[in-house]
Protein backbone atom coordinates (compact mmCIF):
# COMPACT_ATOMS: atom_id res chain seq x y z
CA UNK A 1 0.00 0.00 0.00
CA UNK A 2 2.00 3.18 -1.33
CA UNK A 3 0.60 5.82 1.02
CA UNK A 4 3.04 8.70 -0.97
CA UNK A 5 2.85 8.38 -4.53
CA UNK A 6 4.56 9.75 -7.65
CA UNK A 7 3.15 9.20 -10.39
CA UNK A 8 5.92 10.42 -12.93
CA UNK A 9 8.86 8.07 -12.81
CA UNK A 10 10.82 11.08 -15.31
CA UNK A 11 10.54 14.34 -16.24
CA UNK A 12 12.57 16.09 -18.71
CA UNK A 13 12.55 20.14 -18.64
CA UNK A 14 14.55 22.75 -21.08
CA UNK A 15 16.96 25.31 -19.29
CA UNK A 16 15.45 28.09 -17.63
CA UNK A 17 12.05 26.58 -17.51
CA UNK A 18 9.57 25.54 -14.80
CA UNK A 19 10.21 22.34 -13.38
CA UNK A 20 6.65 20.70 -11.79
CA UNK A 21 7.00 17.66 -9.58
CA UNK A 22 4.07 16.29 -8.07
CA UNK A 23 3.08 14.12 -5.32
CA UNK A 24 -0.08 12.88 -3.95
CA UNK A 25 -0.82 11.05 -0.45
CA UNK A 26 -3.14 9.20 1.00
CA UNK A 27 -3.29 9.57 4.72
CA UNK A 28 -5.22 12.13 5.96
CA UNK A 29 -2.76 11.83 9.75
CA UNK A 30 -0.10 13.09 7.31
CA UNK A 31 0.99 16.89 8.16
CA UNK A 32 4.10 17.31 7.23
CA UNK A 33 5.81 16.90 4.32
CA UNK A 34 9.20 17.28 2.33
CA UNK A 35 11.44 17.01 -1.09
CA UNK A 36 14.54 15.50 -1.28
CA UNK A 37 16.70 15.27 -3.92
CA UNK A 38 19.44 13.02 -4.82
CA UNK A 39 22.28 12.61 -6.69
CA UNK A 40 23.96 9.50 -7.98
CA UNK A 41 26.08 7.04 -5.44
CA UNK A 42 24.98 10.05 -2.95
CA UNK A 43 22.58 10.10 -0.58
CA UNK A 44 19.10 12.17 -0.55
CA UNK A 45 19.76 15.31 0.65
CA UNK A 46 16.84 17.85 2.62
CA UNK A 47 15.53 20.50 -0.21
CA UNK A 48 12.19 22.23 1.37
CA UNK A 49 9.49 21.25 3.45
CA UNK A 50 6.01 22.34 4.42
CA UNK A 51 3.68 21.88 7.26
CA UNK A 52 -0.26 21.63 6.81
CA UNK A 53 -0.80 24.37 7.98
CA UNK A 54 0.72 26.15 5.61
CA UNK A 55 -0.63 25.68 1.90
CA UNK A 56 2.69 27.37 0.04
CA UNK A 57 6.65 27.36 1.51
CA UNK A 58 9.12 28.95 -1.42
CA UNK A 59 13.17 28.76 -0.34
CA UNK A 60 14.67 30.76 -3.73
CA UNK A 61 13.96 29.41 -6.85
CA UNK A 62 12.12 26.26 -5.06
CA UNK A 63 8.76 26.27 -3.75
CA UNK A 64 6.17 23.62 -2.79
CA UNK A 65 2.50 23.53 -2.45
CA UNK A 66 0.40 21.84 -0.31
CA UNK A 67 -3.33 21.29 -1.23
CA UNK A 68 -5.11 18.84 1.49
CA UNK A 69 -8.18 18.31 0.56
CA UNK A 70 -6.97 17.27 -2.62
CA UNK A 71 -3.89 15.13 -0.68
CA UNK A 72 -1.55 16.75 -3.29
CA UNK A 73 1.84 18.51 -3.07
CA UNK A 74 3.84 20.22 -6.18
CA UNK A 75 7.48 20.78 -6.09
CA UNK A 76 8.45 23.99 -8.74
CA UNK A 77 11.66 24.78 -9.55
CA UNK A 78 11.98 27.84 -11.68
CA UNK A 79 14.27 28.89 -13.63
CA UNK A 80 15.49 24.85 -13.55
CA UNK A 81 19.19 23.95 -13.75
CA UNK A 82 21.02 21.18 -15.45
CA UNK A 83 22.49 21.12 -11.77
CA UNK A 84 18.83 20.47 -10.81
CA UNK A 85 19.01 17.15 -13.01
CA UNK A 86 18.73 14.53 -10.03
CA UNK A 87 16.03 12.12 -8.28
CA UNK A 88 13.63 14.05 -6.57
CA UNK A 89 11.44 12.62 -3.47
CA UNK A 90 8.61 13.30 -1.55
CA UNK A 91 8.25 12.46 1.90
CA UNK A 92 5.61 12.59 4.64
CA UNK A 93 5.00 11.98 8.31
CA UNK A 94 2.31 12.68 11.30
CA UNK A 95 3.41 15.36 13.35
CA UNK A 96 0.84 15.18 15.56
CA UNK A 97 0.01 12.38 18.12
CA UNK A 98 4.15 12.24 18.51
CA UNK A 99 6.59 13.53 16.42
CA UNK A 100 8.29 10.22 15.65
CA UNK A 101 10.02 11.80 12.73
CA UNK A 102 9.17 8.34 10.97
CA UNK A 103 9.02 9.60 7.50
CA UNK A 104 7.32 7.68 4.23
CA UNK A 105 9.22 8.33 1.14
CA UNK A 106 7.49 8.10 -2.46
CA UNK A 107 9.24 6.75 -5.38
CA UNK A 108 10.86 9.08 -6.93
CA UNK A 109 10.99 11.12 -10.01
CA UNK A 110 13.98 11.62 -12.02
CA UNK A 111 14.01 15.26 -13.12
CA UNK A 112 16.66 15.99 -16.51
CA UNK A 113 17.11 19.61 -17.23
CA UNK A 114 18.59 19.77 -20.92
CA UNK A 115 20.77 22.92 -21.73
CA UNK B 1 29.59 20.19 8.30
CA UNK B 2 28.00 16.99 10.20
CA UNK B 3 27.19 14.25 8.11
CA UNK B 4 26.52 10.44 8.34
CA UNK B 5 28.95 8.63 7.80
CA UNK B 6 28.39 4.51 6.56
CA UNK B 7 30.37 1.86 5.82
CA UNK B 8 31.09 0.05 3.78
CA UNK B 9 30.79 1.88 0.56
CA UNK B 10 30.41 -1.02 -1.74
CA UNK B 11 29.89 -4.57 -0.81
CA UNK B 12 29.56 -7.63 -3.44
CA UNK B 13 29.73 -11.38 -1.58
CA UNK B 14 28.12 -14.38 -2.24
CA UNK B 15 24.78 -15.55 -1.50
CA UNK B 16 24.35 -17.24 2.46
CA UNK B 17 27.33 -15.23 3.58
CA UNK B 18 27.04 -12.65 6.75
CA UNK B 19 26.53 -8.84 5.96
CA UNK B 20 26.85 -6.37 8.50
CA UNK B 21 26.59 -2.47 7.39
CA UNK B 22 27.48 0.68 9.88
CA UNK B 23 26.27 3.84 10.74
CA UNK B 24 27.51 6.85 12.28
CA UNK B 25 24.66 9.30 13.02
CA UNK B 26 25.13 13.07 13.38
CA UNK B 27 27.01 13.91 17.23
CA UNK B 28 23.29 14.95 18.97
CA UNK B 29 21.27 13.23 16.67
CA UNK B 30 18.39 10.97 19.22
CA UNK B 31 16.69 9.19 16.19
CA UNK B 32 18.22 6.76 13.45
CA UNK B 33 16.74 5.28 10.47
CA UNK B 34 17.72 2.04 8.13
CA UNK B 35 16.11 2.27 4.68
CA UNK B 36 16.62 0.40 1.67
CA UNK B 37 16.48 1.68 -1.88
CA UNK B 38 15.45 -0.58 -4.80
CA UNK B 39 13.94 0.48 -8.57
CA UNK B 40 11.07 -0.92 -7.69
CA UNK B 41 9.88 0.25 -4.12
CA UNK B 42 11.77 3.33 -3.92
CA UNK B 43 12.75 4.16 -0.65
CA UNK B 44 11.25 1.84 1.74
CA UNK B 45 12.03 2.41 5.51
CA UNK B 46 13.01 -0.57 7.26
CA UNK B 47 13.97 0.29 10.93
CA UNK B 48 14.32 2.89 13.22
CA UNK B 49 16.22 3.94 16.71
CA UNK B 50 15.02 6.28 19.38
CA UNK B 51 17.92 6.90 22.36
CA UNK B 52 19.42 3.75 21.11
CA UNK B 53 15.87 1.88 21.66
CA UNK B 54 14.06 0.49 18.34
CA UNK B 55 10.90 1.83 17.56
CA UNK B 56 9.70 -0.21 14.35
CA UNK B 57 11.25 -2.69 12.79
CA UNK B 58 8.16 -3.38 11.10
CA UNK B 59 9.53 -2.81 7.35
CA UNK B 60 12.20 -5.30 7.91
CA UNK B 61 12.14 -9.19 7.47
CA UNK B 62 12.96 -10.52 10.70
CA UNK B 63 13.87 -13.91 9.64
CA UNK B 64 17.14 -12.53 8.36
CA UNK B 65 17.64 -8.73 8.89
CA UNK B 66 18.40 -7.59 11.82
CA UNK B 67 19.26 -3.95 13.70
CA UNK B 68 21.27 -2.45 16.49
CA UNK B 69 22.63 0.67 18.16
CA UNK B 70 25.50 -0.45 20.44
CA UNK B 71 25.96 2.63 21.46
CA UNK B 72 24.92 6.68 20.49
CA UNK B 73 27.83 6.72 17.94
CA UNK B 74 27.15 3.57 16.01
CA UNK B 75 24.02 1.60 14.38
CA UNK B 76 24.56 -1.83 12.07
CA UNK B 77 22.10 -3.67 10.12
CA UNK B 78 22.92 -7.26 9.84
CA UNK B 79 21.89 -9.67 6.85
CA UNK B 80 22.10 -13.04 7.57
CA UNK B 81 22.27 -15.28 5.51
CA UNK B 82 21.89 -12.63 2.34
CA UNK B 83 20.02 -13.82 -0.42
CA UNK B 84 20.41 -12.27 -4.42
CA UNK B 85 17.21 -9.97 -3.74
CA UNK B 86 18.60 -8.65 -0.81
CA UNK B 87 21.03 -6.46 -3.27
CA UNK B 88 19.77 -2.76 -3.23
CA UNK B 89 21.53 0.66 -1.99
CA UNK B 90 21.20 0.76 1.96
CA UNK B 91 20.75 4.08 3.32
CA UNK B 92 20.88 5.40 7.09
CA UNK B 93 19.42 8.60 8.45
CA UNK B 94 19.71 10.57 11.73
CA UNK B 95 17.72 13.27 13.22
CA UNK B 96 16.41 14.76 15.90
CA UNK B 97 13.24 14.20 17.62
CA UNK B 98 10.72 16.62 18.99
CA UNK B 99 10.54 18.80 16.05
CA UNK B 100 10.23 18.44 12.25
CA UNK B 101 13.59 18.48 12.12
CA UNK B 102 14.71 17.01 8.63
CA UNK B 103 16.79 13.73 8.52
CA UNK B 104 19.84 13.60 7.17
CA UNK B 105 21.02 10.69 4.96
CA UNK B 106 24.21 9.02 4.61
CA UNK B 107 25.40 8.14 1.12
CA UNK B 108 24.78 4.30 1.70
CA UNK B 109 25.98 0.90 0.78
CA UNK B 110 25.68 -0.68 -2.00
CA UNK B 111 24.87 -4.40 -1.81
CA UNK B 112 25.58 -7.28 -4.41
CA UNK B 113 24.45 -10.57 -3.51
CA UNK B 114 25.32 -13.41 -5.92
Known amino acids: DQQVKQNSPSLSVQEGRISILNCDYT??????FLWYKKYPAEGPTFLIS?????DKNEDGRFTVFLNKSAKHLSLHIVPSQPGDSAVYFC??????????????FGQGTTLQVKP | DARVTQTPRDKVTEMGQEVTMRCQPI?????VFWYRQTMMQGLELLAYFRNRAPLDDSGMPKDRFSAEMPDATLATLKIQPSEPRDSAVYFCASGLAGSPQPQHFGDGTRLSIL
Open chain 1, 50 to 54: ISSIK
Open chain 2, 27 to 31: LGHNT
Open chain 1, 27 to 32: NSMFDY
Open chain 1, 91 to 104: AASPLTGGNTGKLI
